[in-house]
């Protein structure tokens, strides 16, 4: 073997070659299998985003159809996964009620775990694309202790996932279509985002030859990390902490500048941008459309625009170039929506799903793919003999 070298974070390894996702940190660019984020976000739907993640191509009309015809008849759990789904405490934390129920997905659908076998995988990645919706949804429920609503097949995918989330029992729901819109949107700009560390954790777990369930519920739990998906949760605290206290912006970012306590400005900053995340620049303005749209002006949203604009005019961020990344506004969307913050890095669990699925399968086929085992250089004691208790 050759020479060993430690490269903590993984700043300059590239585990993998890939096909689905290219980002250009320095120009701020975003594609999926070469369509730009923007054109997708505009254009596009979660569903039909979904399948070009996963197959590469965009659907033609009849195969999108009969994808979203696939994904709306897996979409009901069984009567013992809701039961399941109730023994965990109200007020847990809902990304730790998700990885556990995607994980246990695993055990009402044996059928479906193969990793070498073509149908099996497509079979797995219907269940979950429909499942976690509906999961997703009775993590609200749950929260709020309101009963769990059984789908729709006739709606759309986040149509009916608003209203598994938000109807009364046995009143009619409507979703208001500017919410739709908009979090189709914010689904697909979360759809994939190459080897992030919850990606890269699917991965290494996939690698063992898990199964799908298993390394994406690995994911999920890498994704709760205020760090990575974590941080939308953290940015809304953050901005209310601002709100409630006596300091102004200006005190708070002295006291990021400063380090103090290891305080960080959440949803600022990213690996791999060094300008502006393309996604931060579609939610910001999707963030002020919408909130308008529904009347929800929110002076959170004011005070995360006092921060951004002290922030890109001041040395330390612009030294450091730390830019708003896609978690620093959709909390304020989410909340606008009715999401308390427990439940936003859920939704981007939801929405990350895809690029979840699609980087797994590309794994599983890839010839070069090996077992994830990184090497380490040894710092602790040389050879020492074992001492007797009564010596120590
Ligand atoms: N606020 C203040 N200072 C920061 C921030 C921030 N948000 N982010 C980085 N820095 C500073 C950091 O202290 C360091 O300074 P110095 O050179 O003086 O030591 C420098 O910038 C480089 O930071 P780093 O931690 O070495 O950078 P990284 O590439 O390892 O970390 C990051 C990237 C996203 C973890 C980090 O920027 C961060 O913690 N941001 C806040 C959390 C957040 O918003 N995460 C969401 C990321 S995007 C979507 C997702 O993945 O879910």
Redesign the pocket.
């Known amino acids: 073997t050759g020479m060993v070298t430690v490269d903590p974070?993984f700043?300059n390894t590239a585990s993998c070659e890939s096909e689905i996702t290219y980002i250009d940190g320095d120009a701020g660019i975003l594609r999926y299998r070469g369509y730009p984020i923007d054109q997708l976000a505009e254009k596009s739907t979660f569903l039909e985003v979904a399948y070009l993640l996963i197959h590469g191509e965009l659907p033609s009309k009849s195969e999108g159809e009969a994808f979203v015809e696939r994904v709306n008849r897996h979409t009901l759990v069984h009567e013992d996964f809701r039961t399941f789904m109730g023994t965990f405490p109200r007020n847990g934390h809902p990304m730790a009620v998700m990885s556990s129920a995607i994980n246990a997905l695993s055990t009402f659908y044996p059928e479906s775990l193969d990793p070498f076998d073509d149908e099996t995988i497509e079979l797995a990645t219907v269940l979950l694309l429909a499942k976690s919706r509906t999961i997703t949804s009775y993590l609200h429920r749950r929260r709020v202790g309101e009963p769990l609503l059984y789908p729709d097949y006739s709606r759309g995918y986040v149509d009916d996932f608003l209203r598994m989330t938000f109807a009364v029992p046995y009143q009619q729901y409507d979703s208001d279509p500017t919410v739709v819109d908009a979090l189709d949107k914010l689904l697909i700009l979360h759809a994939d985002?190459e080897q992030?560390?919850s990606t890269s954790t699917v991965r290494i777990v996939g690698s063992s030859h898990a199964n799908l369930y298993a390394s994406v519920a690995a994911g999920i739990n890498a994704?709760s990390g205020?760090?990575?998906?974590g941080?939308?949760e953290?940015?809304l605290k953050m901005l209310q902490s601002i709100q409630s206290s006596d300091y102004d912006v200006d005190t708070f970012m002295a006291k990021?500048?400063d380090?103090e306590d290891g305080v960080?400005?959440?949803?600022?900053?990213?690996?791999v941008y060094k300008n502006y995340?393309p996604r931060a620049a579609i939610v910001k303005k999707s963030a002020d459309a919408v909130l308008s749209t529904l009347g929800k002006r929110d002076e959170l949203l004011d005070i995360a625009l006092q921060l951004e604009e002290i922030a890109l005019n001041d040395d330390?961020?612009i030294e450091?170039k730390?830019y708003p990344?896609?978690?620093?506004y959709t909390g304020l969307i989410y909340k606008a929506m009715g999401f308390e913050p427990a439940m936003f890095t859920p939704l981007?669990a939801l929405g990350r799903m895809p690029g979840w699925i699609a980087q797994w399968r590309e794994m599983m086929k890839d010839p070069q793919t090996k077992i994830g085992r990184p090497r380490q250089i040894y710092t602790g004691a040389t050879e020492r003999p074992y001492v007797p208790v009564d010596e120590r």
């Open positions: 974070g700043m985002h992030n560390c994704l205020p760090l990575h998906g941080a939308n953290s940015v990021v500048k380090k960080r400005l959440m949803g600022f900053g990213h690996r995340d330390y961020f450091r730390l990344n896609v978690d620093f981007f």
